[in-house]
Each structure stands twice: as C-alpha cells, then as structure tokens.
C-alpha cells in the first residue's frame, strides 16, 4: 500500500477556485489509479473524479464535471484536483484513494489506501 496525504483545502466564496493535492510515499504511485471522493456531514461518500495509472483516463462525476479537472505528476508522486467555479454544495472533506490497478474506478472499494481528507467549504 501507499500512505497519501491530502493538501490544498481551505475556505472559498462560491464562484472561486481551489487546488487540492494528494501526495503518496511508501511505494511509487506509477502503478495506481488515483480517486477523489468526498463525503459532507449526515451524507454518504460520493465520487468525484479519478485517473488511471497511465493518466490516459480520466473519469468525472456529472456533477463536477467541466468544473474540476484531476491529473498527476508521476515525478512528484502527486495527484491534483483543480476545482473552479465552486459552488456551496461542494462544501465537503475531501479523499484521495489510491487503488492498485491500470483502470481508474468511481467505486470506493477499487481502492485499498485512503488519505485522512482535507477540508472544502464554499461560502456563498
């Protein structure tokens, strides 16, 4: 397994961006698909996005999608997140995942290490 560590969270108007990181160590992360999820109080957790090892493939949930992009940087074994025009209901902790595997999945149990979540809150 890989240890990931979110970074990047923060507060911001609605309408605003943000760039959250997930850093891996522990393994090379080449070989991992890479997911975000997130998860608001009282709500279950919900797919966001996620990359294949290759970065060939990237997948969106349709509510996110043309707002956020994900990529990776195989030399900083780093994932990114970049999310534009934020809205309130994207007020969430969000995760990276990190399942190892080629196919990048929407489904949390593809993936075996989670990081501990960093903070997004969206005023409006």
């Known amino acids: 397994q890989v240890q990931l560590v979110e970074s990047g969270g923060g507060l911001v108007q609605a309408g605003g961006s943000l760039r959250l990181s997930c850093a891996a160590s522990?393994?090379?992360?080449?070989?991992?698909?890479v997911g975000w999820f997130r998860q608001a109080p009282g709500k279950e957790r919900e797919f966001v996005a996620a990359?294949?090892?290759?970065?060939?493939?990237?997948y969106y949930a349709n509510s996110v999608k043309g707002r956020f992009t994900i990529s990776r940087d195989k030399a900083k074994n780093t994932v990114y997140l970049q999310m534009n025009s934020l809205k309130p209901q994207d007020t969430s902790v969000y995760y990276c995942?990190?399942?190892?595997?080629?196919?990048?999945?929407?489904?949390?149990?593809?993936?075996?290490?989670w990081g501990q979540g960093t903070q997004v809150t969206v005023s409006s």
């Open positions: 995942a990190a399942g190892y595997r080629q196919i990048a999945s929407s489904r949390a149990g593809e993936y075996d290490s």
């Open positions: 522990g393994r090379t992360f080449s070989n991992y698909a």
């Open positions: 990359i294949s090892w290759s970065a060939y493939s990237t």
